[in-house]
């Protein structure tokens, strides 16, 4: 029964992770004594075929920042949010189909890792990243955006006329990059990679319109779901509630105290 129910979440989740699997189907096993250990659920994952298995991918470029429109500071550099809509990241990435690449943009909640909106394009144009950003507007309302930091890199869906109009329509504070280096918008990116890593880069996608309809499912289960470990493996619909410092599960191997004993 544990096998079929880890063959079911892999087989709508191809890229999930084997600790993350093992917590989900540990929920509908935990009033019973029949779930194993993790390193032991792990080992039947292996032994049924059920790991994850990985595959190279091209890479498209999405970000064009050589352009005349103004380029905002980096307004969170050093800032860590204590609450949700506080600061919303975002990022453009490519999905291939059979018809050819399209185009996801997402909006990250920086606070709960919550994908707060999203869209799926034939170009890289901004109405398609504006589409995304009028779905996460309509989940707050205007108090609560004039509180809100919306951060991207420089490309030119962000720093365009429109893009900036609608942030500014609602007194949302502009947020940019400063450079290439992912880690001025690492959670937005993560986002987009989980999302491709885990699912997109093991899937067949025949059509624009049917990689929304696998999107659709893919974020609802991203959102209410999926553990994370950067938010205490909590899920972000579940963070999305609350405030405050959040757990992170990892730890840094530089911090890692060294063994008694060691050489």
């Not at 190279?56 to 970000?63: A, D, E, I, L």
């Not at 799926?120 to 309509?138: F, K, N």
């Amino acid at each position: 029964m544990i096998v079929e129910k880890a063959r079911e979440y892999r087989k709508d989740n191809p890229g999930l992770g084997c600790a993350k699997l093992y917590l989900i189907v540990k929920r509908l096993f935990e009033s019973t004594d029949r779930m194993p250990g993790r390193d032991a659920f792990i080992e039947l994952l292996r032994a049924n075929g059920l790991m994850v298995q990985l595959k190279r991918r091209r890479h498209y470029k999405t970000t064009d920042s050589s352009h005349h429109y103004h380029k905002y500071d980096n307004l969170i550099k050093d800032v860590v949010p204590m609450r949700p809509n506080e600061i919303w990241v975002s990022d453009i990435t490519y999905i291939e189909t059979t018809e050819g690449v399209c185009y996801l943009s997402l909006i990250t909640d920086a606070y709960s890792h919550k994908i707060v909106g999203w869209a799926v394009g034939p170009t890289l144009e901004t109405i398609y990243p504006l589409e995304a950003l009028r779905m996460a507007l309509a989940t707050i309302d205007d108090e609560t955006a004039s509180r809100l930091i919306h951060h991207s890199d420089r490309g030119s869906q962000y720093c365009s006329a429109a893009y900036v109009k609608e942030l500014k329509a609602h007194n949302i504070m502009i947020s940019m990059t400063q450079s290439g280096d992912p880690l001025e918008n690492a959670i937005a990116e993560r986002a987009n990679g989980i999302i491709k890593t885990e699912w997109l880069y093991k899937m067949s996608i025949p059509s624009i319109e049917n990689c929304k309809e696998e999107l659709t499912r893919i974020i609802r289960f991203y959102n209410t779901e999926r553990p994370h470990m950067s938010i205490g493996y909590k899920t972000p619909e579940t963070v999305h509630t609350e405030v405050g410092e959040q757990k992170r599960c990892w730890c840094n191997p530089w911090n890692r105290p060294a063994a008694t004993g060691s050489r």
